[in-house]
């Protein structure tokens, strides 16, 4: 079944800073990617997604990017702020498979 | 819009016990609803996806008799943990989803449960 890896598990970046996050994911038929933001005791948020047929997707201060050749997709966000302090995860899914979660990654935003 | 609710937020129960968690899309209708378990400090685990009307589709290892789960209706999914251990403590937190495709997912708060 599909294995979804995720690093690093834990980030520190000083506010302003970018913070990229990967993921690499092993079934080359997952062709839905999406980010999720999990702030302590609330519930996880889709803050953006992207589909197998897209390169790249923007949406302010956060990007990502899919290498569909390898396997891998990243989370970036540019001009960090306090409040982007969080716990992300990234998931893979297709049709048969369903939703695959990396382990997360801890975000800090040092002001 | 979009807006998910889990019922109850905690709940404390003992062992053999059985626990039901409620799942409620408060303002569309989710034709696919997904249970997941959250240990601290780790991933979501997806335990099974639920159609309305349909049975639901557990994940492998997750025993379908432990943990029932119905979907009844569009706004309506339940999971019943039937006799109840320590080892289910757990973070329970559902998601529904519109039937986009693919499904677009909305979370609840989750449901902490403690078996004692």
């Known amino acids: 079944g599909e294995n979804v890896e995720q690093h690093p598990s834990t980030l520190s970046v000083q506010e302003g800073d970018s913070a990229v996050i990967k993921c690499t994911y092993s079934d080359s038929a997952s062709n839905y990617f999406p980010w999720y933001k999990q702030e302590l005791g609330k519930r996880p948020q889709l803050i953006i997604d992207?589909?197998?047929?897209?390169g790249e997707k923007k949406d302010q201060r956060i990007a990502v990017t899919l290498n569909k050749t390898a396997k891998h997709f990243s989370l970036h966000i540019t001009e960090t702020q306090p409040e982007d302090s969080a716990v992300y995860f990234c998931?893979?899914?297709?049709?048969?498979?369903?939703?695959?979660f990396g382990p997360g990654t801890r975000l800090s935003v040092l002001p | 819009g979009a807006v998910v609710s889990q019922h109850p937020s905690w709940v404390i129960c003992k062992s053999g016990t059985s626990v039901k968690i409620e799942c409620r899309s408060l303002?569309?209708?989710?034709?696919?609803m997904f249970w997941y378990r959250q240990f601290p400090k780790q991933s979501l685990m997806l335990m099974a996806t639920s159609n309305e009307g349909s049975k639901a589709t557990y994940e492998q290892g997750v025993e379908k008799d432990k943990f029932l789960i119905n979907h009844a209706s569009l706004t309506l999914s339940t999971l019943t943990v039937t006799s109840a251990h320590p080892e289910d403590s757990s973070f329970y937190i559902c998601s529904a989803s519109p039937g986009t495709t693919p499904p677009e997912q909305y979370f609840g708060p989750g449901t902490r449960l403690t078996v004692t």
């Open positions: 992207i589909r197998s047929n897209v």
């Open positions: 303002d569309f209708q989710a034709t696919t």
């Open positions: 998931a893979s899914y297709n049709y048969g498979q369903n939703f695959v």
